[in-house]
């Protein structure tokens, strides 16, 4: 987040595009990374060239998005949302958190399945395009939300602000081909790939940056 927005890499999939197979399909996965991914990133870097918004970090960009245009907004926040969203899922779901965040979990939402079940309607009931969250709060605690389009709850927009750990992508391209219509398959499913190892890294850099 602290890297300018002019030195951002695009940066490569942290597994094979069948790795998720057979929650998430091989064909969406390439798609999804070299051509959706890829254009956001693109049309990022085409967006700020030769302005003062390359020479931002990309922290500041977001947390600061509403001074800038909606090209921006919309592409920036594609950029940083999935990048999260590769960075969060494995062949090797462990099934649940561990220690400080599973204890967080649970004291905010009384059990593991009950946060699941918080997020998934979150993720459910999002109307069209958009992502479901989990965040760190400024005071500490976790928090769950949704955002339209591609916007995220870094950005001085968002209706629920936060540090996000979790993120699931819920525009049809992340999931049409194989699930069609039915979304809560989708989400469902994205339960078995959940790279909590890597979510609760997060969740412990968030809260010492608080
Ligand atoms: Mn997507």
Same mark, same amino acid.
């Given at each position: 987040?602290?890297?300018?927005?002019?030195?951002?890499?695009?940066?490569?999939?942290?597994?094979?595009?069948?790795?998720l197979?057979?929650?998430?399909?091989?064909?969406?996965?390439?798609?999804?990374?070299?051509?959706h991914?890829?254009a956001?990133?693109d049309?990022?870097q085409?967006?700020?060239?030769?302005?003062?918004m390359?020479d931002?970090?990309? &922290?500041?960009? =977001?947390?600061?998005?509403s001074?800038?245009?909606?090209?921006?907004?919309?592409n920036g926040?594609?950029?940083?949302?999935?990048?999260?969203?590769?960075?969060? =899922?494995?062949?090797? &779901?462990?099934g649940?958190p561990?220690g400080?965040?599973m204890?967080?979990l649970?004291?905010? @939402?009384?059990?593991f399945?009950?946060f699941?079940?918080?997020?998934?309607?979150?993720?459910?009931?999002?109307?069209?395009?958009?992502?479901?969250?989990?965040?760190?709060?400024?005071?500490?605690?976790?928090?769950?939300?949704?955002?339209?389009?591609?916007d995220n709850?870094?950005?001085?927009?968002?209706?629920?602000? &936060?540090?996000?750990i =979790?993120?699931?992508?819920?525009?049809?391209?992340?999931?049409y =081909?194989?699930?069609q219509n039915r979304?809560?398959? @989708?989400?469902?499913?994205?339960?078995?790939?959940?790279?909590?190892?890597?979510?609760?890294?997060y969740?412990?850099d968030a809260?010492?940056?608080?």
């Amino acid at each position: 987040m602290d890297t300018l927005v002019k030195n951002l890499i695009f940066p490569s999939l942290p597994y094979a595009y069948n790795a998720l197979e057979p929650y998430v399909d091989a064909t969406t996965m390439e798609i999804h990374y070299t051509k959706h991914h890829k254009a956001y990133f693109d049309n990022l870097q085409n967006a700020v060239k030769d302005t003062e918004m390359a020479d931002q970090t990309f &922290g500041d960009l =977001l947390r600061n998005i509403s001074r800038y245009p909606t090209v921006v907004r919309n592409n920036g926040g594609g950029h940083y949302n999935h990048q999260l969203f590769w960075s969060i =899922l494995t062949s090797k &779901g462990s099934g649940e958190p561990t220690g400080d965040l599973m204890d967080a979990l649970v004291k905010k @939402y009384n059990s593991f399945e009950e946060f699941k079940k918080v997020f998934s309607d979150a993720a459910k009931s999002r109307f069209g395009s958009g992502w479901a969250w989990l965040v760190v709060k400024k005071d500490g605690t976790p928090g769950v939300s949704s955002t339209p389009n591609q916007d995220n709850p870094l950005m001085d927009v968002a209706d629920c602000k &936060g540090l996000p750990i =979790l993120g699931l992508d819920v525009w049809e391209h992340a999931y049409y =081909l194989k699930y069609q219509n039915r979304r809560p398959d @989708y989400v469902e499913a994205f339960w078995s790939v959940v790279n909590w190892e890597q979510v609760s890294k997060y969740y412990s850099d968030a809260i010492k940056s608080l």
